[in-house]
């Protein structure tokens, strides 16, 4: 069995397109789905982990998405980037988690890597998200923490991209306000 | 259009690069607006510094055998659309493309046995019922015999008799495995 196991390993590792990675899911094909887990499998835990904040959930999250993108496949249009639909079911999995949650929620490492420059605005931030409402929490995530385009992320969450646009904004104002409150503000204290 | 302290927020609402591009032109000379440029970059620092990364050794194979088998990736006579060993040998000018669908599928029902058998391991490792050493023994068995079939078919990739005893093999093994998880799964 090794050199199958060797040569499915290395062909899953290869460089999928959007369009090869849906055709070979809707034919059942597990490599399918080993590449889209090989190319989007580290954003897919970012996002889950940002809106569960337990490392647990945001495995269980990602494995519910792939069944549920293995069971809804035929239901794949083609309208959005593939990897946009499964973002969007990601997403959805994770405001049902939100929703039913039984673990607590973690403090991110302090260690996270040699970029991090900014502990207190990042876990003040961190705090400051938690107080946002769902959608501009959603909006937030996938625009500023993954860096998804505005049109992205209105297919992702299925809103026109002027709302995108629009929720953002309000995010940022009211993290704003809640990073500025109490004049002792985490934004202004490191400049 | 001339910039002023009116039009920053239509600019961050925007997030146009042309109209940010004016605005921070404008907050040069402009104290209020650089300060509100300013905190909406740190929160941007900040926020990307949320994005969090870390290894998960062991989510794609738990993803893998969560995903249940389809029935359309199996090998052969398995796959209807796929053409059969038999047609492949009285047919002796069997096309490159015919006998790469072949491979695709074969590769595609190996690696749901696999699956299968990676559930079925930690109770093939550790239990030590008599039952179980019999169905350890009998896939000892299999495998070697796969593990020839496969090299005698190395040889001679065109033999319908070797692709057929092959698919029974593998027919088996996925037999046992199944018996293995049915009947010697300890209740929960």
Redesign the interface.
């Given at each position: 069995?090794q050199p199958?196991?060797g040569?499915?390993a290395s062909r899953a590792t290869q460089p999928a397109t959007d369009a090869a990675m849906a055709e070979l899911c809707l034919?059942?094909?597990?490599?399918g789905?080993?590449r889209l887990?090989r190319t989007h499998?580290?954003r897919m835990?970012?996002i889950a982990?940002?809106m569960l904040r337990n490392?647990q959930d945001a495995?269980d999250a990602?494995?519910d998405t792939?069944?549920k993108v293995?069971r809804s496949i035929h239901t794949y249009n083609g309208r959005s980037s593939f990897s946009t639909w499964v973002y969007r079911i990601l997403v959805n999995t994770c405001t049902d988690t939100q929703r039913n949650r039984q673990r607590q929620t973690e403090e991110?490492p302090e260690n996270?890597s040699a970029?991090?420059?900014?502990v207190p605005?990042?876990i003040a931030?961190?705090r400051a998200?938690g107080r946002l409402s769902e959608k501009h929490r959603a909006v937030?995530?996938l625009a500023?923490?993954?860096?998804f385009t505005?049109s992205e992320i209105a297919s992702i969450l299925d809103i026109p991209l002027g709302t995108s646009?629009?929720w953002?904004?309000e995010a940022?104002r009211e993290?704003?306000r809640l990073?500025s409150a109490g004049g002792d503000s985490a934004?202004r204290r490191?400049? | 259009m001339k910039f002023d302290c009116s039009h920053l927020?239509d600019a961050?609402?925007?997030?146009d690069a042309e109209l940010m591009a004016a605005a921070r032109e404008h907050a040069a000379a402009c104290e209020a607006c650089r300060l509100q440029l300013?905190?909406?970059d740190?929160?941007?620092?900040?926020?990307?510094?949320?994005?969090?990364?870390?290894e998960?050794p062991g989510?794609?194979d738990?993803?893998?055998v969560?995903?249940?088998?389809?029935p359309?990736?199996a090998w052969l006579l398995l796959r209807p659309a796929a053409p059969r060993p038999a047609a492949i040998a009285s047919r002796q000018f069997l096309t490159e493309q015919a006998l790469q669908d072949v491979q695709?599928s074969e590769?595609?029902y190996?690696?749901?046995i696999?699956?299968l058998?990676r559930i079925a391991r930690p109770v093939l490792d550790q239990s030590p019922s008599p039952l179980v050493a019999n169905y350890r023994e009998k896939l000892t068995v299999l495998?070697a015999a796969i593990a020839d079939l496969k090299d005698n078919l190395e040889r001679n990739r065109l033999n319908a008799r070797l692709s057929l005893e092959l698919v029974s093999l593998y027919q088996e093994k996925q037999k046992t495995l199944q018996e293995v998880l049915q009947n010697a799964t300890p209740a929960n």
């Open positions: 069995m199958e196991a040569m499915a034919q059942g094909d597990q490599l789905f080993e887990y499998g580290a835990k970012s982990w940002n490392h495995e990602v494995q792939f069944l293995q991110l996270l970029r991090e420059s900014n605005l990042r931030l961190e998200l937030f995530l500023e923490v993954e860096g505005h646009k629009g953002l904004f940022r993290l704003q990073l934004l490191i400049r | 927020d961050l609402r925007e997030d300013q905190s909406w740190d929160l941007s620092a900040a926020a990307r510094e949320l994005h969090h990364e870390w998960s989510l794609w738990r993803i893998d969560s995903l249940p088998a389809r359309s990736s695709v590769a595609a190996v690696r749901s696999d699956r058998a495998d």
